[in-house]
């Protein structure tokens, strides 16, 4: 019952890419509320575990739980639709789709969810107004700032009410004062939320504003 109560559990998760060990052996859990960052030097395998334990990747040997269930059970489409619905992703680049607008982009994911058009427009005007973008609403992408691109990214992940958020060097794209900003608005999401966050990154003040901070060498937790 104690595995239950954690949002995520990663047990042994080993992965190889050909002749490399990727990750030898990594355990992992988050609780309802916290932000873990995972810190270490490139190539050390930060990366590889946040997608396998996100469902991107399949681990070579191990076993995934989210919320009491076995992921790495599920077929791909069951993976899909849970991922759709449970998980929310930011990666270093926003990946915008440039011919929609700020509130187009961050109601993708209630499209594929099949959410029903009133709810998905206004959770969408709600979280950009949450991230001080409501006057940019009708905004194409390259017609924002970085640090504006990176937080509609934010709210899109967040629109469907994700438990957990998955952040990839989040802060990689964008200058010091962005970069504040956006941990700043993590900080909030926990704090007014109680969002769930794992995030990879190379920045040491969202590492140091983190409930706990992980290091990562040689594909271990050191």
Request: no cysteine; glycine share 6%.
């Amino acid at each position: 019952m104690q595995q239950a109560s954690k949002l995520l559990v990663a047990k042994d998760i080993w992965k190889k890419y050909g002749p490399v060990e990727v990750l030898k052996g990594v355990s992992l859990e988050i609780e309802k509320g916290e932000l873990v960052s995972i810190v270490g030097a490139s190539g050390a395998g930060k990366s590889t575990l946040l997608y396998i334990v996100s469902s991107l990747e399949q681990a070579d040997k191990g076993e995934v739980t989210f919320n009491g269930q076995n992921i790495t059970k599920l077929n791909n489409k069951e993976l899909a639709a849970h991922r759709n619905h449970s998980m929310g992703f930011v990666f270093q680049f926003h990946h915008l789709l440039p011919e929609f607008t700020a509130i187009e982009n961050v109601r993708i994911p209630g499209w594929i969810a099949k959410q029903a058009k009133k709810k998905i427009n206004d959770r969408a005007l709600e979280l950009l107004d949450f991230m001080g973008l409501a006057d940019k609403a009708d905004k194409k992408p390259n017609s924002l700032s970085g640090g504006e691109q990176q937080r509609v990214a934010v709210a899109r992940a967040l629109l469907n009410s994700p438990e957990l958020i998955f952040a990839d060097e989040p802060t990689g794209n964008l200058d010091s004062e962005n970069a504040a900003a956006l941990h700043d608005l993590f900080i909030r999401l926990r704090n007014e939320m109680n969002q769930s966050f794992l995030i990879v990154t190379h920045n040491e003040s969202l590492a140091a504003m983190s409930n706990r901070t992980l290091q990562m060498k040689d594909g271990r937790f050191s």
